[in-house]
DNA sequence: GAATCGTCAATTGTCTGACATTTGATCTTC
DNA sequence: GAAGATCAAATGTCAGACAATTGACGATTC
């Protein structure tokens, strides 16, 4: 029961640290791998695989050529709604993690942000909701593309609030629910009543009235757990 | 400008997407480095480095000995936390994200849990709550010391909404601007204030209070808010 | 003088082969 | 049957080589 990380492990904590710490700038460029090597008397594939743990992390990207090398990435929203999103995914899958659970955390983080968003949403939101909406009410949709919009949907009304850390928070929370969401068959009835749901809530929205947007929300998720139970209700009694 | 990514990287996507997909379930046994280099056709320290790569995101565990490989990990909430926590860290250190924008953030996710905990929790949460809560009013206590004890206070209340997924997303959210509260320092006064919300926050979760949480929450943010203000403005004259 | 081209050197990416280390499985011995 | 010795398979590390990329620098040409 040795507990000594391997040494690439060790060399990657090294880095990581230096760079969480702030005390490796971003845009900094690493020493060389063969210099690392030295530094840190181990071979330069030991080296490497410290950098490619690091790279993996999005922490350091690597250029090829005279002028190349490793450098600390400067970390944008983007990359980290990669991560979390499979993070997340992966959880909840490989968790067990029930379908109630996850919408309540859902719905929860969602009306956190509805003040903001109803304070502060753009026209631009507003359009792309509009546009979601249109969508979902196109009957040859699969239940898949229906998912996919109703995705689509939230992430603009979260990105309406204007706050960048709630967007990315929740990129995980709400997409990473998708794929259970594809388990559930959407009927004709229940697909029209979402949609009618997500237009009161659109138009509370425009008229920037915080609290009817709460009630409806509130509202959406109760609908979409009962819808959950149901579905799991239906699967139960085959037993 | 070859846009092709390193044999590393691709071999890594490739065994990732098998792992996401759940093609390769949990603890399964990925064949061993020698298979991998044939099978992909590469050598063996490019398999190498592509399964370092899927270690550094806690994608697979790596053991040594006669019936070692690598296996395709568990992923616990522990392990997602973690990189939860760093991920979020730099994101707001990188400057791209103010004092502002984060503590709305925060504050916002923490009000969405404040319900379910005001409903769920547990004597366990409250005992710890109170404990953190009597460490703030040492009068020697560190700045550091104060906001540590700070961050354990929030997350017991988030924990105590019992809600895994919440707990999860909202730990990089609520210990990622430890960091920036670090540079904030707490007077006396401040402290004293604070405190006293902490204390009043404990004793409506105590009576399952929803509503005076929810409004002590907002009354914290804001006085926060307006510390990291007046921080910031004590900085900016200076030029 | 400026633009183009070739060369060069530094660096990462990949390959090959070897040895060290760990660890469960198996065999041996009592 | 139990304790220890041995083995084999796998990862971890090392050493050295070559390929590929790319900016810098100089040479050539107009």
């Known amino acids: 029961m040795k507990n000594t990380p391997d040494l690439s492990a060790q060399i990657a904590k090294s880095i990581r640290d230096a760079i969480v710490s702030g005390d490796l700038p971003v845009d900094e460029r690493l020493p060389s791998e063969a210099e690392l090597s030295e530094q840190f008397n181990v071979c330069r594939s030991t080296v490497r695989e410290a950098l490619k743990r690091l790279a993996a992390q999005s ?23 990669g991560q979390q999103i499979t993070t997340s995914a992966l ?52 239940d898949e593309s229906f998912c996919a919009s109703d995705v ?48 009161a809530i659109a138009d509370a929205l425009e008229a920037q009235n915080a609290s009817d947007v709460d009630t409806l929300l509130a509202d959406l998720a109760g609908y979409t757990a009962a819808l959950g139970k149901s579905v799991a209700d239906a699967k139960k009694p085959a037993t």
């Open 59 to 81: 922490l350091i990207r690597t250029q090829r050529g005279a002028t190349g090398g490793a450098f600390v990435n400067h970390l944008t929203f983007e990359d980290a709604y």
């Open 152 to 199: 689509a949907f939230h992430r603009a009304l979260v990105d309406g609030a204007g706050n960048p850390v709630l967007s990315y928070q929740l990129a995980g929370a709400v997409e990473a629910i998708e794929p259970l969401m594809n388990m559930i068959t959407f009927t004709a009835r229940s697909r029209t009543h979402i949609v009618g749901l997500h237009t």
């Open 91 to 142: 959880l909840l899958s490989m968790n067990t993690v029930d379908f109630d659970t996850a919408c309540e955390a859902r719905f929860a983080l969602e009306r956190a942000c509805a003040p903001l968003s109803a304070k502060r949403r753009s026209a631009d939101h507003l359009a792309t909701m509009r546009a979601e909406i249109t969508r979902q009410a196109q009957p040859g949709l699969s």
